[in-house]
């Protein structure tokens, strides 16, 4: 059954949400990186994500910055690095808010004003209000992202930066801004491997390669 997430209240917007979501990465959670000398894994874990050569240097960077660094901080090995920081120190309402959240894929249905998107997440059906002022996100998008729940509202988080321009067009390989369709598809392929280890014949039994 399909369930509508209630509209989000508009006085704490996406930019205060961001503003937030960079204070703990930049001045929490990447510093602890550091720290507990995690960063080779890091490097190591974000060449997984770069195999295929899809990406030039400018897309590399935005993919590190915009997607690779939220996912690695709340989902790498469960979350570790986020849970272990938990322990220990402040910003806990917001770790813990990430860490209830998981990515899925996502139709953009219709925007609003005041950057309010509303999506629906492809694998359940669910409709979802959720802020994204300066995601750019148009109807008919597919952006592979995920919901944090904070201060009454629903925030995009992490959000890949390559989406789909119309569902229909998935496969047809037609040339867009910066990269084929089916680049788009073969680069989430290599991510969904990296992300949770996925060999090819799995992917082939729930019919991503098909």
């Not at 990186?33 to 770069?50: H, S, T």
């Amino acid at each position: 059954m399909k369930r509508d997430l209630k509209h989000p209240k508009r006085e704490n917007s996406f930019e205060s949400f961001k503003r937030l979501e960079k204070s703990v990465i930049d001045g929490h959670l990447m510093p602890y990186i550091f720290e507990r000398g995690i960063q080779k894994a890091m490097k190591e874990c974000f060449l997984g994500f770069l195999k295929g050569g899809y990406l030039n240097a400018k897309m590399e960077e935005t993919m590190f910055e915009e997607f690779f660094i939220p996912w690695f901080l709340f989902d790498w090995k469960e979350g570790s690095i986020a849970r272990s920081y938990l322990r220990e120190q402040k910003k806990a309402f917001f770790i813990k808010a990430v860490l209830k959240s998981h990515y899925s894929f996502y139709r953009v249905l219709s925007t609003e004003e005041e950057g309010i998107v509303h999506i629906q997440d492809l694998f359940l059906m669910t409709n979802h209000f959720v802020k994204a002022k300066g995601l750019f996100l148009e109807r008919g998008d597919i952006v592979f992202t995920r919901i944090v729940s904070l201060w009454g509202n629903f925030f995009l988080m992490g959000t890949c930066p390559w989406k789909i321009k119309d569902f229909e067009d998935f496969f047809r390989g037609e040339r867009g801004d910066e990269l084929l369709k089916e680049e788009i598809l073969e680069l989430y392929l290599v991510i969904l491997r990296e992300m949770f280890k996925i060999e090819g014949e799995d992917l082939d039994k729930v019919g991503l390669l098909s």
